[in-house]
């Protein structure tokens, strides 16, 4: 008799420390269901050769990651941190982002984007992948936590393209670059954020009918 109530005290025993267990597993992980900004990262822009090039990240199954270089691919050059979805195309820095995330339970938080070192391996608590393929100017850029993909949103970065001068981005400087220019100057159509950097040719910090003329100098060869 007193070994069958030991038995039984010794069943309930791990009965309750089974409940205990599965109760606590349940409560710690959380599932997300929705992700809104609170503070975008503090890197708006990315810049030709600086943070970006023509080409994709090479990750070899031993050996240090190189740049390779490929025409009309675009790749940034932030390597703070690993991503798994589109490691060839680069990453996105996201230091000073903060997320509301809120979770299944109706519970929700603020989390800031840190990154822990394992090795020699980065391991962002968020991740981040473009839409599609990164190009020149405005790009839409999705965030998700790796343990829910589905769940997201969204804000966009600004690749900054080719050289002073080339307002519109398309590789050269002509006359439709001036064109812009002038066409904000007389309040027919504002130049966008992206733009107004690459109006002031002649660097005096603004932009202004002076840069639209040193564009149709260079576009017609006069120096
Ligand atoms: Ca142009
Ligand atoms: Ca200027």
Known sequence: MK???????????????????????????KTP?????????????YYKDTDW???YWDFPESGTPSFKAKNNLISLK?????????????????RGLVVKVTYTDGSSENLSYYETVRNTTVIPNIYASPSKEYFVG??????????????YTTFK????????????????INSSDALLILSDVVDI???????????????????????????????????
């Open 78 to 94: 932030y390597n703070g941190g690993m991503h798994h979805k589109y490691e060839d195309r680069g990453m996105i820095d996201l």
């Open 189 to 223: 159509k504002k130049l966008n954020s992206n733009q107004k950097i690459y109006a002031d040719l002649n660097g005096d910090s603004k932009y202004s009918s002076a840069d639209a003329l040193a564009i149709l100098r260079i576009s017609v060869g006069i120096k």
């Open 3 to 29: 070994t069958a109530k030991r038995a039984l005290a010794i069943l309930l025993a791990a009965i309750l420390m089974a409940s205990c267990f599965c109760f606590t597993s349940f409560a710690a992980v």
């Open 33 to 45: 269901k929705s992700m809104s900004i609170v503070t975008l990262p503090t890197k708006k822009y």
């Open 157 to 172: 970065i600004n690749i900054l393209g080719y050289k002073l001068g080339d307002v519109n981005n398309d590789g050269s």
């Open 138 to 151: 405005e790009n839409t850029i999705e965030i998700y936590f790796d343990s829910a993909p589905s769940v």
């Open 53 to 55: 090039g023509y080409g």
